[in-house]
């Protein structure tokens, strides 16, 4: 049996996808479906003063239209990150009350989607207005609550670290509103038959979306089933429970018929989750030999006026490099938006943005080389928290970057390397990304005829997970990966946990890895009973399972199907249940009450990171000021790699999701209305094929028995980390000018 973990395997689904066989949320049709369009508000701040619905109603197709006053009622949900990222607690809809552009005021529904549209513009609403703000205010921010040891640290004693320094770099950098555009929309289509409701969602959880729903309708979970067997595009945007989909479960219940809502490209920016706006003020001090003597990091993000999101960025930054005196502040800054939420590294792109630029602005004065002074600075264990890293391969990730990206060609000083009329600068910076695992259960089954069933609620987003949970279950079943089916992305499976903060692979993998254990065992347990067979009166607990074999003493041996064959039955299912020696009871309660419970990154005994470098190339034209990024290398070390071919595809994405926050990505505000500005994906940029040269991705070897089972740490998120770092230390390098505001444009340089 070729080994199937950390191979190359291609995703088996792929020409269902390609060919438009897979169905996405918005691709099931009941019979007698009816569609839903949002009636969203124009303005920021204010009252709904009136709003009128008759000549919408009376518009050819349109079978309701809800307000505020008519949406059949339903609490609003407590399930995951409520109060945050995930579930807003201002609830649109419930009232007059108008708190940010974009805020639904209706919603319509026809029997076809063109009328739910016509029917959604005859709506008359008025208002009366306040001023607004949709930018943050850091003048006016305050420390974002929770646990004051967390969101306020101090070690040592920063003044004495400053004054004792060779170098300071003392600088703020700032990142933009950002909005997610993914290829598949957000839909969402609720079919209620009496008090049983079906909800097809691209969800990152179903079986935290099936928990909320479930409380907010007051029902008992095993009426609420919710679907979301494909995700087109994730990436924190699909983790919560959003108003649409509260809305159409309602208006589906209200008219007593299955109802499809898809969000238009424009109120995606108002009813789904973004990345908000930040600044970074952060202090680097260090002695003439580079080692810091000071740290310090102030974060200040942008949040709603009714949510307090905290996206612990300052927690992530600490852990990085070895340094006496430390002081780090979580700060928030309120504006009137929606809540904003995860967005792929949902803290870790725009502080590292801001740690990197500032760790090379500090090797500029300290003249030293910017791969030395993290080669001086790495530390074996967690500064702040002060247990060892599980494991850490920083700077073997800085090795094998920096020698296939050609950094040794590299001349120190600032536009000291053209190219025609090209400034070329070089640039680099650190990857990461923390570990965290989550309890997971799994359900295995086991034919003679050599296939297996993998069962599990958790959710491809379009990562390859359906292939890499076969691929573990194939391994440790010894079949081949094709023989395993694998069902995920359906609430009534056993539990696994978001599909959100790169946990999938390490949480869910891990229960499928133990619950082929527990199959195998229970075939042993059989299999020892019946005679003439190699394990015939051997003691169970002597037989171990290796990658298909049974291998019990002197040599003993079968393989794990031929055993399964010799049952009576001729097939075998088990429950594998996963949850990290390290877990708190409390973090386990939380996952199976349909929360968000890890172990890790930091645990009571270690430190769980993934890292990588990143190497940049720049060309800056001497004329246009063009910046182009032709040429970017990283290497990444994350534990196992169960699916080289993915992986790839997953630290590439990253990456080039790294360049369009360095280059392109902006939601731009228009001040005067106080509203997004380019809410399309006309004019929100992102990176295009033209706008990338070549990637270049190694995967560094790295055992870790510590994370997990598996030995994995996640990659779904490390690889857009440091990235706009790596292109601003390059832009520097290649004009002399430092910019700290995400992102670089042709003006700035
Ligand atoms: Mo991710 S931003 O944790 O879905």
């Known amino acids: 049996m070729a080994e199937t973990i950390n191979t190359a395997v291609t995703r088996y689904e792929a020409p269902r996808k390609v060919s438009g066989e897979t169905r996405y949320a918005a691709d099931f049709m009941p019979a007698g479906l009816f569609f839903g369009e949002l009636v969203v508000s124009p303005i920021t701040r204010g009252q709904l003063a009136s709003i009128d619905t008759r000549e919408a109603l009376a518009e050819p197709g349109v079978i309701a239209v809800y307000t505020h006053e008519t949406i059949p009622k339903y609490e609003t949900p407590k399930g995951f990150y409520a109060g945050g990222p995930g579930t807003s607690s201002f609830w649109p809809m419930t009232g007059t009350e108008i708190k940010y552009a974009g805020q639904p005021v209706a919603y319509v529904v026809a029997?076809?989607?063109?009328?739910?549209?016509?029917?959604?513009?005859?709506?008359?609403?008025?208002?009366?207005?306040?001023?607004?703000?949709?930018?943050?205010?850091?003048?006016?921010?305050?420390?974002?609550?929770?646990?004051?040891?967390?969101?306020?640290?101090?070690?040592?004693?920063?003044?004495?670290?400053?004054?004792?320094?060779?170098?300071?770099?003392?600088?703020?950098?700032?990142?933009?509103?950002?909005?997610h555009n993914p290829m598949e929309m957000f839909a969402t289509t609720a079919h209620w038959r009496g008090e049983q409701l079906t909800v097809w969602m691209p969800s990152q959880s179903v079986r935290t979306a099936r928990a909320g729903i479930a409380a907010a309708f007051n029902l008992a979970e095993t009426q609420v089933e919710v679907l979301s067997p494909f995700v087109g595009g994730a990436f924190g945007s699909k983790a919560g429970l959003p108003p649409y989909a509260m809305l159409t479960i309602a208006a589906a219940r209200g008219v007593g018929a299955p109802v499809r809502l898809m969000v238009s490209r424009e109120h995606m920016y108002t009813v789904a989750s973004f990345r908000p706006e930040s600044s970074?003020?952060?202090?680097?001090?260090?002695?003439?030999?580079?080692?810091?003597?000071?740290?310090?990091?102030?974060?200040?993000?942008?949040?709603?006026?009714?949510d307090d999101v905290i996206?612990?960025?300052?927690?992530?930054?600490?852990?990085?490099?070895?340094?006496?005196?430390?002081?780090?502040?979580?700060?928030?800054?309120?504006?009137?938006?929606?809540?904003?939420?995860?967005?792929?590294?949902?803290?870790?792109?725009?502080?590292?943005?801001?740690?990197?630029?500032?760790?090379?602005?500090?090797?500029?004065k300290l003249t030293m080389d910017p791969v030395e002074l993290r080669r001086v600075n790495d530390t074996r264990s967690h500064p702040v928290a002060d247990v060892p890293f599980s494991s850490r391969s920083l700077m073997a990730c800085y090795d094998a970057a920096a020698k296939s990206f050609g950094w040794s060609r590299r001349s120190a000083a600032p536009k000291s390397m053209t190219d025609g009329d090209w400034f070329v600068g070089y640039g680099c910076a650190t990857s990461t990304y923390p570990t965290a695992v989550a309890p997971s259960a799994a359900?295995?089954?086991?034919?003679?005829?050599?296939?297996?069933?993998?069962?599990?609620?958790?959710?491809?987003?379009?990562?390859?997970?359906?292939?890499?949970?076969?691929?573990?279950?194939?391994?440790?079943?010894?079949?081949?990966?094709?023989a395993v089916e694998v069902s995920m992305g359906h609430s009534s499976l056993p539990i696994a946990p978001i599909s959100g903060g790169s946990v999938t692979s390490a949480s869910a993998g891990s229960a499928v890895h133990v619950a082929c254990l527990k199959l195998a065992e229970e075939i042993v347990r059989s299999v020892v009973k019946l005679k003439d067979n190699p394990l015939s009166g051997v003691d169970p607990a002597q037989v171990k399972l290796m990658d298909g074999a049974l291998q019990g003493p002197a040599?003993?041996?079968?393989?794990?199907?031929?055993?399964?064959?010799?049952?009576?039955?001729?097939?075998?299912?088990?429950?594998?249940?996963?949850?990290?020696?390290?877990?708190?009871?409390?973090?386990?309660?939380?996952?199976?009450?349909?929360?968000?419970?890890?172990?890790?990154?930091?645990?009571?005994?270690?430190?769980?990171?993934?890292?990588?470098?990143?190497?940049?190339?720049?060309?800056?034209?001497?004329?246009?000021?063009?910046?182009?990024?032709?040429?970017?290398?990283?290497?990444?070390?994350?534990?196992?790699i169960l699916n080289r071919k993915t992986a790839h595809s997953q630290l590439m994405g990253g990456m080039?999701?790294?360049?369009?926050?360095?280059?392109?990505?902006?939601?731009?505000?228009?001040?005067?209305?106080?509203?997004?500005?380019n809410t399309d994906i006309a004019e929100y940029l992102v990176p295009v094929n033209a706008d990338i040269g070549e990637v270049n991705v190694q995967m560094i070897d790295e055992r870790d028995d510590f994370v997990n089972?598996?030995?994995v740490k996640g990659i779904g998120e490390l690889g857009i980390v440091g990235t706009a770092a790596a292109v601003a230390n390059a832009i520097h390098h290649a004009t002399g000018k430092r910019l700290r505001a995400l992102p670089f444009t042709m003006k700035d340089v």
Request: contains cysteine.
């Open 280 to 306: 970074q003020k952060i202090r680097l001090a260090a002695a003439r030999d580079g080692r810091l003597t000071a740290f310090e990091h102030i974060e200040t993000a942008q949040t709603s006026q009714f």
């Open 555 to 640: 040599g003993k041996s079968m393989s794990l199907l031929d055993a399964l064959k010799a049952t009576p039955r001729g097939e075998a299912a088990a429950d594998g249940e996963y949850a990290h020696p390290e877990l708190t009871e409390q973090a386990l309660r939380t996952t199976y009450k349909g929360g968000y419970g890890v172990a890790g990154p930091v645990t009571k005994t270690h430190a769980m990171f993934a890292f990588g470098a990143q190497f940049v190339e720049v060309r800056v034209h001497r004329w246009t000021h063009e910046i182009r990024v032709p040429r970017i290398h990283g290497a990444f070390a994350a534990g196992t």
């Open 709 to 711: 089972p598996l030995g």
């Open 656 to 677: 080039i999701w790294g360049i369009g926050s360095a280059l392109h990505e902006h939601t731009l505000v228009d001040r005067a209305r106080a509203r997004f500005l």
């Open 111 to 179: 029997d076809n989607a063109a009328a739910a549209r016509r029917g959604a513009k005859l709506v008359k609403a008025r208002y009366s207005k306040s001023v607004g703000r949709i930018e943050m205010d850091p003048s006016r921010s305050f420390v974002a609550p929770g646990k004051k040891d967390d969101n306020v640290i101090t070690k040592g004693d920063l003044k004495a670290g400053i004054a004792a320094a060779a170098a300071v770099v003392d600088e703020t950098y700032t990142t933009p509103f950002q909005h």
């Open 443 to 482: 359900r295995v089954r086991m034919y003679g005829a050599g296939t297996a069933v993998v069962e599990l609620a958790a959710h491809d987003v379009g990562t390859g997970a359906y292939t890499i949970m076969g691929q573990i279950a194939a391994q440790r079943l010894g079949l081949p990966v094709k």
């Open 311 to 364: 996206n612990p960025g300052t927690h992530m930054t600490r852990a990085m490099y070895a340094c006496p005196n430390i002081h780090t502040e979580q700060r928030l800054a309120r504006s009137d938006t929606n809540t904003p939420g995860f967005m792929r590294a949902p803290n870790e792109m725009q502080t590292f943005f801001a740690l990197e630029s500032a760790m090379d602005e500090l090797a500029f």
